[in-house]
């Protein structure tokens, strides 16, 4: 059994297509509007996965900036030997909080624009497939 050809995946299936010889119906035009549709996929795929990784680089480095603050303030009431008042514990509550809040927020956002790009391309992708069926039914009734 051959290998596929993952520089070209339509390449076999274009060879299969171009067997029937359908009079009108331009199979390599076709399968190159189909290998763009592919391409502009991977493309927002990728980009999508960037944005993803950066959003967590992001909160990761608020995470590790709000425990920098934590250690510090825990240090300093350390090394002064005295006992952390209740207003010192609701600071390191309030800040552990609003960084939680604040990543939260980065986390949604992410999600909300993932799931609009997911709609758009899914659109775009239901609307070729209706173009490819109306061109086989328009050549279906030509024949």
């Known amino acids: 059994m051959d290998r596929p050809d993952t520089a070209n995946p339509f390449g076999d299936f274009t060879k299969m297509l171009e067997q029937f010889k359908l009079p009108g119906f331009d199979v390599p035009a076709i399968m190159e509007a189909r290998r763009k549709d592919v391409e502009a996929l991977v493309q927002a795929n990728q980009t999508a996965f960037q944005g993803m990784q950066s959003l967590a680089q992001k909160q990761a480095e608020m995470l590790r900036t709000t425990l920098a603050e934590l250690q510090s303030l825990t240090t300093q009431l350390s090394a002064s030997g005295s006992t952390p008042s209740p207003k010192t514990a609701e600071l390191i509550q309030q800040s ?47 024949t």
Do not use: F, G, P
């Open 96 to 142: 552990l909080h609003k960084s939680l809040a604040d990543m939260q927020q980065l986390a949604q956002a992410a999600y909300q624009t993932q799931a609009e790009s997911y709609a758009v391309i899914a659109k775009r992708v239901e609307e070729n497939v209706q173009e490819l069926r109306s061109l086989l039914q328009q050549q279906q009734q030509k």
